[in-house]
């Protein structure tokens, strides 16, 4: 079992930055890839970002290449994913989540966070 805490979100304007934090438990950590989704009120939940467990495949969701970065530390057990240029539209609950294959699809995780809310003001 792995039990997953975001923290980082926060109140942001436009053009700014967050670091998003996704700490796990247990010591299974290095077998899991992890993602980052996003779901904003009314809509879907969406892929942000991917990282394999080693870290050597990582995959973006078209729009934030460029303004967001994955990455993890497996010797703390935490993911991570640094948020710059930040638009009004990436206002949305950010969920960290592990499985054991790195997808751009919510159904291949296992296990999911809590989520941390990220609000971008113009």
């Known amino acids: 079992q792995v039990q997953l805490v975001e923290s980082g979100g926060g109140l942001v304007q436009a053009g700014g930055s967050l670091r998003l934090s996704c700490a796990a438990s247990?010591?299974?950590?290095?077998?899991?890839?992890a993602g980052w989704f996003r779901q904003a009120p009314g809509k879907e939940r969406d892929f942000v970002a991917a990282i394999d467990r080693s870290a050597g495949t990582i995959n973006y969701a078209d729009s934030v290449k460029g303004r967001f970065t994955i990455s993890r530390d497996n010797a703390k057990n935490t993911v991570y994913l640094q948020m710059n240029s930040l638009k009004p539209e990436d206002t949305a609950v950010y969920y960290c989540?592990?499985?054991?294959?790195?997808?751009?699809?919510?159904?291949?995780?296992?296990?999911w966070g809590q989520g941390t809310q990220v609000t971008v003001s113009s």
């Open positions: 247990g010591r299974t950590f290095s077998r899991y890839a």
């Open positions: 989540a592990f499985g054991m294959t790195m997808s751009s699809g919510w159904y291949e995780y296992n296990y």
